[in-house]
């Protein structure tokens, strides 16, 4: 198990410096290469040539690329002095560099928005996974009942439905027509009776659509293994249906359950874009529309990073859970 553990630990560490690299190159590199200069986005159009000279140094954007990337890792890492004769600026790590447009630092525009993307996750994970899986299960315990044919009705129409369409309509029912919900969103320190209440619609939409989702995968999971040798072996020996179900069946059932799970937890810590950007949420997801919009390349180089980090990580714990539900995972 140590062995494996390693294994995996060294895997992350590599794959999340090919991800930085891509990601940096993507980010700095290739515009370049398609003619667009990265000091005359921070700048603005209008600059002197003096001015984006001066950035350009401050930046380090005349170094070869590899010294560029360099640089970018060690802020990482160890802070980084931005310099252009005696004006010396310095990020403390971890440096992802300032905003092309507020000039600020974007850690802490990351920071900010973090935990409103954590709570979003959080909840509608919370949600979706109770919902979902007891619906997947249930149904395929009484396939073909009027039960199961009406859940998975329900569930086709929480996968084809499109969050920025059920958001809105929620929004335009619950809380702007009947005024049950606040949505004006409040942090958890500020109000958490606030807090709550103006993630509940968002924490219902985000789930409906993946509980769906689960909801189907469970379902077809428990119908393959209630065929299974060893479940007719479980209950000719005797033990109640819930002993077989709970405790050999739904064992098995959380195999691929949590294969997915890891990807789409990973997928929206790192900012759940149509959610956020519907119900006005200042998390990753809306960082990163705005920032696109503005083309302020730090903050999505720093939100994409981030993803990649929640999606790397989400699926290392996967992995270990792996060991711990399946024994041939520990034993291989």
Known sequence: ML???????????VMLLVVTLTTFAIF???????????????????????????????????DPVLVQFWHFVQGLFAGRDYANGTDVTHCPAPCFGYSFRTEQAVWPQLTDAMPVTLS???GACLLWLVGGITTGVVSALRRGTLWDRSAMTVALAGVSLPIYFTGLLSLAIFSYSLKWVNVDYKGF?????????SLILPWITLAFLYAAMYARLTRATMLEIMG????????AKGLRER?????????????????????????LLGGAVL??????????GRLAVNAITEKDLPVILGV?????VFIVVANLVVDLLYAVIDPRVRLG
């Open 189 to 197: 320190a500020d109000d958490p009776a606030m807090w709550f209440e």
């Open 3 to 13: 062995a494996y553990l390693i294994r995996r630990l060294f895997a992350v560490v």
């Open 243 to 267: 002993v077989v179900i709970g405790r050999h069946a739904m064992r098995s059932t959380w195999t691929p359950v949590l294969t997915l799970l890891g990807l789409d937890l990973g997928a």
């Open 228 to 235: 299974e040798d060893y479940i007719r072996t479980a209950r």
């Open 120 to 122: 979003l996750a959080a």
């Open 304 to 308: 994409t990073l981030i993803a990649a």
């Open 275 to 284: 959610t956020e950007t519907t119900y006005n949420l200042p998390g990753l």
């Open 28 to 62: 700095f590199v290739i515009p370049k290469w398609a003619g667009a200069d990265p000091a005359l986005l921070f700048v603005g159009k209008q600059a002197d040539p003096a001015a984006i000279e001066g950035i350009r140094q401050k930046l380090s954007l005349g």
